[in-house]
């Protein structure tokens, strides 16, 4: 029986984008024999998004939506998201289009041909991309810095959507943080378990302005270093390995 790759999607007011994101992450090609299953989480949206879900939930049995009675963030979606995930590979994709799935397959591959644990995916090697505003890249480079001073790791977009998990991996942590401070965090409990390998491939990027829809903001920089100080002096527990 082949491998499933399961593809976690916090959605959070996007209905004017949600039906292409979708168009693109099921007709990109996935490597070798992978299946796909597709996990939508509802994060208590409010402006129709949450209408267009119930609809694909009763239309498509084959994918998995689950709706937050409130909005709690995206680090309580993807918790949400994890939970739902009976796939050998586990991928996280955002809903608003800055991220293109035509790069599943090189974010999959180190993991496909046994190289890797973990694929992050990095904004700013090797790729065209949409230019971006200069405190928005300023901002990831130092909190990426922080983060690799932290945790002992060398990466170049700690930030990126983009990051791949072989299951196992995922079951040996929980995540804690409900909003945009889970990127720091799944950083510091990955750079914890010293038996894994992670790797780190180019993608495509294409960043929305403040007008165009973009959520993150400086409150959300100011948050993230707050999480990588905290998980770098209270780390927390690691589930035991099965």
Known sequence: MGKTLSIVIPVYNENRLLPEILRQVEGVALPGDLARQIILIDDCSTDGTTEI??????????????????????GAALRTGFKHATGDIVLIQDADLEYDPRDYPR???PIIEGRADVVYGSRFVGETHRVLNYHH????????????LCTGLYLTDMECCYKVFKREVLERFTIQEPRFGVEPEITAKLARMKDIRIYETPVCYNGRSYDEGKKINWKDGVSAIRCIVKYRLSPGKLAPEK
């Open 107 to 109: 974010l999959l591959l």
């Open 137 to 148: 890249y300023l901002g990831n480079k130092i909190l990426t810095r922080l983060s690799n």
């Open 53 to 74: 879900l119930k609809k694909i939930a009763e239309d498509r049995p084959d994918y998995t939506v689950v709706f937050h009675e409130k909005n709690q963030g995206k």
